[in-house]
């Protein structure tokens, strides 16, 4: 059974920092590439940032390129976002996904196989 497991989740204020961390199980990690998504409230699903099984590429949202950064460590079979200079419309759940693929980054939901249950992060102003 695949699992992942958001933790890191919490209140900062404007221009603070955060990172969030997603564990996984079940599956062969570097088989996949992974992905942060988020949803703040009365908003869809919007894609956040991807990175492929090796952590030699990745993509970004445009409006976040510069403060957050995406990375793992396969050997802890656990992909990171560190989100620096924080908003307050930062605010939202923060799902980590993890795609089919190992060798592609890609910003569609649809794509991505497995998703965690979210971890809550809130900026104040």
């Known amino acids: 059974q695949v699992q992942l497991v958001e933790s890191g989740e919490g209140l900062v204020q404007a221009g603070g920092s955060l990172r969030l961390s997603c564990a996984a199980s079940?599956?062969?990690?570097?088989?996949?590439?992974m992905a942060w998504f988020r949803q703040a409230p009365g908003k869809e699903r919007e894609f956040v940032a991807a990175?492929?099984?090796?952590?030699?590429?990745?993509v970004y949202a445009d409006s976040l390129k510069g403060r957050f950064t995406i990375s793992r460590v396969n050997v802890e079979n656990t992909v990171y976002l560190q989100m620096n200079s924080l908003k307050p419309e930062d605010t939202a759940v923060y799902y980590c996904?993890?795609?089919?693929?190992?060798?592609?980054?890609?910003?569609?939901?649809?794509?991505?196989?497995?998703w965690g249950q979210g971890t809550q992060v809130t900026v104040s102003s």
């Open positions: 996904a993890a795609d089919r693929v190992a060798f592609r980054t890609v910003v569609a939901g649809l794509d991505y196989n497995f």
């Open positions: 079940g599956l062969t990690f570097n088989s996949h590439a």
């Open positions: 990175i492929d099984w090796s952590g030699g590429g990745t």
